[in-house]
């Protein structure tokens, strides 16, 4: 169903594959990520990695999915701040993935499935709109908006290891572009 939904691969993992790491969210912070703050889906507002470490060791197994993006080559250089950054359309079809997915669980009877995207809902969804969840307000995007993987500590570089995928981070202006060798977003639904 997750290639259904638009995921390039997908692969059910034991969920205590999954590890959930205080430096992931820190690198959120650290250097400050120009999305952190701006939504109830980023650090410092997604929950501790103590609580999420705590619920994910409950579950047993989770799909995990990646979409590759592509043309990779606008996406695999940090964009120039200083340019005006441009809307970014990265991770919104993972989003719907997770989406769909959880719903579908859901529905099925697993009634405790939880997804985690990649990147920031607002980024995504709200753009230049301030979070209306953070003032107060619903989501307005309640079933698709939710925290990333990396934004609650999930090592995602890690799991894509384990199974297989090749993963870059985005680089530095001054890497050659050459070198990366694809872009991709990641997502997960833990089922039961
Ligand atoms: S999608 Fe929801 S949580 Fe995300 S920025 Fe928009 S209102 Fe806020």
Redesign the pocket.
Known sequence: MALTYGASDAAIVPASWVVVDERVRLKCLVPLCYRAG????CPPHTPEPDLVRQALARYRWAILFKRDVEPAAPHVLKPDKRAGLPPSTFHNGTYDVVGNLEALAFNDGYYLALGFSGG???A???RN?P????QGG?????L??RPSMEGVGIDVFDLANKVGWPVYPIAHKDVDPASIGCAISVGIVFVH
């Open positions: 701006e939504s109830i889906n920031s809902c607002k995504a969804f709200c709109l979070c209306q969840a953070l619903g989501c307005r995007f309640p698709r908006g």
